[in-house]
């Protein structure tokens, strides 16, 4: 054989020797006692993790602090709906005593048409005699 071919020969046989032993080397790392000594712990240490994070949210749920803002959420939001309540109250006696004015005033137009030129002239501001002579008082 020429030394070529047996440095590639060579070469080619590290190359499989050093594949084999990496193969080996994770084999036995992976089936090694600290690593599932490592895996077994962490295990425990998220169920742990996991048990504790209930603990806390069960706490927290029974918690006087939990039971206050809870309370005070409530009445907030009670708060809320007797503003939005009253609101809408108000927008409807507002509505209710434009239409009552509305028609106040066809009423005084009528009763002034009717009047007509024998009754005297209709006030200037559009109101009754009366009303005027009442707000002047």
Known sequence: MSEE???ESTLADELR?????LGLALRAAWESEERQQMEKELGEGLKDLGKQIEQAMAS?????QTQKVKEQMGR???TARQSE???EMREGVASGLRELNEE???LVEKMQQRQGPAGGEPPASGSPPDQEGA???
């Open 5 to 7: 071919k047996r440095a």
């Open 76 to 78: 907030v939001v009670e």
């Open 85 to 87: 309540a009253v609101q």
């Open 17 to 21: 020797e050093l594949g084999k032993q």
């Open 104 to 106: 106040l005033r066809k």
């Open 135 to 137: 707000a002047k008082q």
């Open 60 to 64: 927290a749920k029974t918690s006087p």
